[in-house]
């Protein structure tokens, strides 16, 4: 119950358009209900009053009735409408709002807070979850509330005929209303959770099956994956089986309900007219009458089968958005920053659930407007300093200053405006270069959008495609070559503007010759910032003004390039090509 209390929490900023949608429902309901009521009385009484000759027939009033018929089947048409045009409506602006809110939790989680769920899952829950959830106003909140209300209302117009009558409509639906579907949700608890569960396994399934296509084909590994996928489809298939069968059960058992409450209400009724209580005319105005209030009731079994399914999605939902965050974010305004220096004193660093510290005591000290290099191999933990300045991860001990405050004290967001980052893992989206360029500046005129890629050294290749800016890249930039994708990173490090440059990686499955023009590209970006460049080749080394090299965490030798060329040392472990020529 306290997931729906947050949902109708949620909701509450459209509550108008979720009252509105109720409030034509019940109109809807209400029309049918009396175009049945009246349609039955009119036809009885009009030909009673046939049989009674032409004097009773020609003082008997058509008209009046007629036009009531009119108003009930012009109300019920023109309300059904309205109530689908403002349900769906509503719906659609839930939908968002859910979408906005979950993202809205998501990213200040990301990376760390993420790391134990898959993307597939992710994105199973962002979109399939909440797209389940777009039940509980449809099939649970809005016919439950107009069931409710509905049921008083009609039951209320029996009663100034009979309290008998309106005393038993009442009871045939409040049980059919509340025992059906209460059985239905019952049943099907289980196997909705489950089936919500299943689905999300599936689509992981298939998304990462999309994404390593290539390693699956190469290793013969796909008729594996299609077992598993075949497996999974069959259990969803076997949850959907039995939920056929409770909604079959439940639509026959609101059948029967109904038609067991006309009986009911004719066998009470009947006498009520031999004694004169009530006219003839009205035995057809109540057994039409509860056919018409079914109505109210005949949806709720479905919707309430389908609870469980739509419990788990909430929680699923929940359940990440509630993620405590993998470190307090700081609060307040971000400390005011004169010179960006950074210095690093005895810092440790360790990634949740990790056995050993990343960063072990680590001392740096980056002057302003510098050119650093850090230098070490896989797993020295020099990509950890990436993800310390950005705050995607939180050192445990140690101080880390940025101008003289602790990175603790900025808020993430205000941290980041400093920085800006070419990486080797630099993501293009599956959008046009212009979208994937307004990502640094999104109020950017297409001026400067043309002058970053001039700068990046790609301006001629763009002005080649027939769309030029609006040129597609493809999922992850497959539709570009390795050095064209970097060169889109550098342009969006242009467009930043930000006053520290990291580059951490940035060459990384490039070709030497590729590499050297696209470091050699780099040198009008680095003019007049502070350069944290990141690497494991001694390529474009001689261009920094300090080096750093690192090992399980820590500084263990520095100096110029020259002055630890001399030295040898540490940096003879490193092969790479330098100036065309291994080094």
Do not use: C
């Amino acid at each position: 119950m306290s997931d729906y209390i947050r949902l109708l929490k949620l909701f509450f900023p459209y509550k108008f358009w979720m009252l509105g949608g109720a409030f034509l429902a019940l109109l809807t309901i209400l029309s049918n209900f009396g175009l049945l009521a009246l349609s039955g009385w009119f036809l009885a009484s009009a030909a009673l009053a046939g049989l009674g000759g032409y004097a009773t027939l020609n003082l008997y009033n058509f008209f009046l009735p007629a036009a009531g018929v009119r108003a009930f089947a012009t109300t019920r048409v023109i309300s059904r409408w309205l109530e689908r045009v403002i349900t769906h409506e509503a719906t659609f602006r839930l939908l968002a709002q859910l979408r906005s809110w979950f993202y809205s939790r998501l990213e200040p989680l990301a990376p760390a807070g993420l790391q134990g769920y898959r993307s597939g899952d992710i994105l199973s829950r962002l979109v399939a979850d909440i797209d389940t959830l777009n039940n509980f106003y449809l099939r649970v909140f809005t016919p439950f509330l107009v069931a409710g209300m509905a049921t008083v209302l009609m039951s209320g117009f029996f009663a100034f005929f009979s309290w008998h009558l309106a005393i038993a409509l009442f009871l045939f639906l409040s049980v059919s209303g509340l025992a059906l579907p209460f059985v239905a949700e019952r049943l099907g608890a289980r196997s909705g959770a489950e089936m919500t569960d299943l689905q999300s396994d599936y689509r992981v399934q298939i998304v990462d099956g999309m994404q390593g296509m290539g390693e699956l084909l190469t290793y013969g590994a796909g008729p594996e994956i299609l077992r598993r996928s075949h497996t999974l489809n069959d259990a969803i298939l076997q949850r959907q089986a039995k939920m056929a069968q409770i909604s079959g059960l439940g639509t026959a058992g609101m059948s029967f309900m109904g038609n067991l409450a006309i009986w009911v209400i004719l066998i009470l009724a009947i006498p009520l007219i031999h004694g004169g209580h009530l006219g003839p005319s009205d035995l057809p105005m109540f057994a039409l009458g509860v056919m018409g209030s079914f109505e109210a009731i005949v949806a709720l079994p479905l919707a309430f089968q389908f609870l469980g399914q739509t419990r788990q999605a909430a929680r699923r939902i929940f359940a990440v958005a509630d993620s405590a965050l993998p470190f307090p974010d700081a609060s307040g305004p971000a400390p005011k920053v004169q010179q960006p220096d950074l210095l690093l004193k005895n810092l440790h660093l360790r990634y949740p659930g990790g056995q050993q510290d990343a960063l072990a005591g680590l001392d740096l000290h980056i002057v302003a407007g510098s050119k650093v290099a850090i230098l070490g191999a896989t797993g020295a933990g020099k990509s950890s300093i990436a993800n310390l300045l950005l705050r995607f991860y939180d050192y445990q001990s140690g101080s880390a200053q940025f101008g003289g405050h602790e990175l603790k004290n900025f808020p993430a967001d205000d941290l980041r405006e400093y920085f800006a980052v070419v990486s080797q893992r630099s993501y293009l989206f599956h959008t046009t270069i212009r979208d994937n360029l307004l990502v640094a500046k999104g109020d950017a005129e297409e001026e400067e959008l043309w002058e970053a890629l001039a700068a990046a050294q790609l301006d001629d290749f763009v002005r080649s495609q027939p769309d030029g800016l609006d040129t597609i890249v493809g999922e992850g930039g497959v539709k570009l070559s390795g050095g064209q994708g970097r060169r889109v990173a550098i342009a969006r490090a242009i467009l930043k503007n930000a006053p520290w440059l990291v580059l951490d990686e940035p060459t990384e499955g490039l070709d030497p010759l590729t590499e050297m023009e696209f470091l050699r590209d780099l040198q009008p970006l680095m003019q007049g910032r502070t350069v944290l460049y990141i690497t494991h080749r001694l390529l474009g080394l001689e261009q920094m003004d300090r080096v750093f090299i690192m090992d399980e965490g820590r500084v263990v030798e520095s100096g110029t390039f020259a002055e630890l060329l001399k030295q040898g040392g540490q940096l003879s472990h490193f092969a790479t090509f330098r100036n065309g020529a291994s080094a």
